[in-house]
């Protein structure tokens, strides 16, 4: 499976940005996607995910409210709507495909995402 994230760029704060998370290959169906970031000097985090029915989906506390994650099959994208975008979601955002929520075995290259107070 290949992933292209994409959508990000340069917002003020309580701005929305939209990424977009696009899939390929042979195995392209039937995966979770999850999203998740890295702000420099920081780990990569966890930030929402969800399963490839779209009947379940998860985001970490800190975007709970904030940020929607959803997908359209038929297009193999997945995305992930942000708003009320604070300082501190500055990161590189990445999507990862696998085969559960909690276990991911392909990731796509970042999107960097810079919120501006």
């Known amino acids: 499976v290949q992933l292209q994230a994409s959508g990000g760029g340069l917002v003020q704060a309580g701005g929305s940005l939209r990424l977009s998370c696009a899939t390929s290959g042979r195995t392209s169906s039937g995966y979770a996607v999850g999203w998740f970031r890295q702000a420099p000097g920081k780990e990569r985090e966890f930030v929402a995910s969800i399963s490839w029915s779209s009947v379940s989906t998860n985001y970490a506390d800190s975007v709970k409210g904030r940020f929607t994650i959803s997908r359209n099959n038929a297009k193999k994208t997945v995305f992930l709507q942000m708003n009320s975008l604070k300082p501190e979601d500055t990161a590189v955002y990445y999507c990862?495909?696998?085969?559960?929520?909690?276990?991911?075995?392909?990731w796509g290259q970042g999107t960097q995402v810079t919120v501006s107070s």
């Open positions: 990862a495909a696998g085969p559960s929520m909690v276990q991911y075995s392909y």
